[in-house]
């Protein structure tokens, strides 16, 4: 088995504003392995980083992702929740990220946010941002995954050498056979459902469970022991720290 990825969730959100280049620079000087992102798009067909359909929330603007061009975006401050330690902080587009993760050989899981926006589904942005993975040649680098698993097969027909990842809040029956139908390559449930014995199934069928969002160190703990491939955590530095004292 491969090595326990650690991915900081939406960059070292703990410590920086989430979803930006300080917060995934943050997370590599932590040791992540890399992060998770999550993607909307925009007025004008860009693909960028934030988590919420609107920008109210992480901004000192407002308005819906969709209703706004890169530009307009652009002119926002994303340092909500970090205005003390980080004066400003801008939305990147996913070439930004793409950009970072090739440079630092870094792995990437891109989240598709094409589910329950109050804008209507993104078709197409799966492929979109495949492809754009596919021209940085980072395939072997990135998994991509959605709570619209309908968005990740759809994704797996377009583009078979992606790797898709099903996320999930509760306990699937016989979830490995369902991520299997789908044509997934990974699991990506809710930390509090992942127990040694969900591993190993999907283990044995092939499939990765990549669990989130893992904050506490206890619970950290128990994911390895559970034998997990990733722990998706706002703190990578405890993360980091847990899996060197246990490869003592
Ligand atoms: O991808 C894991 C996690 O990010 C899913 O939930 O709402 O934090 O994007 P959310
Ligand atoms: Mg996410």
Same mark, same amino acid.
């Given at each position: 088995m491969e090595k326990l990825k650690i991915l900081g969730h939406r960059g070292a959100s703990g410590y920086a504003p989430e979803n930006t280049m300080e917060a995934f620079r943050l997370a590599i000087q932590q040791h992540a392995d890399g992060f998770e992102i999550d993607i909307h798009i925009?007025?004008?067909?860009?693909?960028?980083?934030?988590?919420? &359909?609107?920008? &109210?929330?992480?901004?000192?603007?407002?308005?819906?992702?969709?209703?706004?061009?890169?530009?307009?975006?652009?002119?926002?401050?994303?340092?909500?929740?970090?205005?003390?330690?980080y004066a400003t902080a801008e939305i990147p587009t996913l070439s930004q990220v793409l950009e970072l993760v090739k440079t630092h050989n870094l792995y990437l899981n891109i989240e598709i946010k094409d589910i329950m926006t109050n804008v209507g589904k993104y078709d197409g942005l799966n492929?979109?941002?495949a492809k754009l993975v596919q021209e940085y040649e980072l395939v072997d680098q990135v998994i991509f995954s959605s709570f619209n698993h309908s968005s990740m097969v759809e994704l797996k027909q377009?583009?078979?050498?992606?790797?898709?990842?099903? +996320?999930?809040?509760?306990?699937?029956?016989?979830?490995?056979?369902?991520?299997?139908?789908?044509?997934?390559?990974? +699991?990506?449930?809710?930390?509090s459902i992942v127990d040694k014995s969900t591993v190993e199934q999907a283990h044995?069928?092939?499939?990765?469970?990549?669990?989130?969002?893992?904050?506490?160190?206890?619970?950290?703990?128990?994911?390895? &022991?559970?034998?997990? &491939?990733?722990?998706?955590t706002d703190f990578p530095d405890v993360a980091y720290r847990l899996r060197e004292s246990k490869q003592a």
């Open positions: 925009t007025k004008d067909g860009e693909i960028v980083v934030i988590h919420d &359909d609107t920008i &109210d929330r992480t901004s000192n603007g407002t308005g819906n992702v969709t209703d706004l061009t890169l530009a307009e975006l652009k002119q926002f401050n994303y340092n909500a929740g970090f205005e003390q330690e492929v979109a941002a377009a583009c078979p050498e992606i790797s898709t990842g099903l +996320l999930h809040f509760s306990k699937l029956y016989q979830g490995e056979e369902y991520a299997k139908s789908a044509n997934a390559d990974a +699991l990506h449930p809710l930390f044995q069928q092939g499939i990765q469970i990549n669990a989130w969002t893992v904050n506490q160190a206890a619970v950290m703990e128990e994911m390895i &022991d559970a034998g997990v &491939d990733a722990i998706i």
